[in-house]
């Protein structure tokens, strides 16, 4: 009914069905319907059509200022759903990989700037993350999803690196690929997972000297020589810790791209949302 009030209004305004048509844009015989089926709904006539051009009729008058009503409340409705304020339980998805000071700042800042948004923020990997978005069990995942193509919802790249024991035998490129002892999170890891693609996905010519979820701890194991390692270049540029040291493996492409899911009817939660997703873009530009 709301396109047919519009269309009453400008008649109003215009004072000929041609002139509405030509407004709309619409054929004359359109608009003609239009009128025609706002007198059915309201069974009544609106227009005195023994005049040329036809004129509204008392009912019509009455009815335009009640149309004029109705469409600035719609519109003060519009305006209120897009100005208010975000509010209530935001759910949101990081993955493992991306769960830094640099990143988990990023989220804590823009977050914050919504004082009536309940953060829910949980870690995982991304494989996790996505099926737990599906079924629709968070508002936003920010995930790691291989960089074969760029995609629309990318916020940025995220490039792995290499460690090793400082001061040890440098590993060439075919020590990595063949039997060199790795140390790594468990399955399913998306940096292990982009390794493994990296290397022609040979696992059986993958050795796993130990699993270790905690990065620390899967360093402190690097450092002690018990095998290679992975990290986020962005934190091995601010300097390594004491006793490791970066792999030069120019050949081996270990990019994966930072996407953010939304969920498709965040309504008012949309605003924080974007928010999340260009304060974490910013902070992985700031890193590279």
Excluded: Y
């Excluded at 002139?19 to 608009?31: D, E, I, M, S, W």
């Excluded at 089926?37 to 009455?62: C, F, I, S, V, Y």
């Excluded at 991306?98 to 923020?121: H, M, Q």
């Excluded at 120019?250 to 309504?267: F, G, K, Y």
């Amino acid at each position: 009914m709301l396109e047919e009030l519009r269309t009453l209004v400008l008649f109003a305004e215009e004072g000929s069905i041609q002139n509405v048509a030509r407004r709309l844009p619409l054929t004359q015989p359109a608009v003609t319907r239009q009128m025609q089926r706002l007198e059915d709904m309201l069974g009544t006539t609106l227009l005195d059509r023994r005049q040329k051009p036809p004129r509204l009729t008392g009912a019509g008058l009455e009815v335009l200022a009640r149309a004029k009503d109705i469409l600035a409340s719609v519109e003060a409705l519009k305006a209120f759903a897009a100005e208010a304020e975000p509010q209530g339980v935001l759910r949101v998805g990081l993955a493992h990989g991306l769960s830094d000071a640099s990143v988990a700042g990023a989220i804590a800042g823009a977050a914050g700037a919504f004082p009536r948004i309940s953060l829910r923020l949980k870690t995982g990997w991304s494989a996790e993350l996505i099926e737990q978005f599906e079924r629709g069990q968070l508002d936003m995942a920010i995930v790691l999803r291989p960089a074969d193509h760029q995609r629309s919802d990318a916020l940025g790249t995220e490039r792995l690196c290499i460690i090793a024991q400082a001061g040890g035998t440098e590993p060439h490129l075919t020590d990595a690929r063949t039997p060199m002892p790795w140390v790594l999170s468990p399955e399913p890891c998306d940096a292990r997972q982009r390794l493994l693609s990296s290397l022609g996905g040979e696992r059986h010519r993958l050795v796993v000297a130990a699993e270790i979820q905690d990065p620390a701890m899967q360093m402190e194991w690097v450092r002690r020589g018990h095998g290679l390692g992975l990290m986020p270049l962005r934190l091995a540029a601010r300097g390594l810790p004491d006793g490791l040291a970066l792999v030069d493996l120019e050949d081996v492409d270990l990019s994966l791209q930072v996407v953010a899911l939304r969920a498709p009817h965040l309504n008012r939660l949309a605003k924080a949302v974007e928010a999340i997703a260009e304060a974490v873009g910013e902070a992985m530009k700031m890193e590279a």
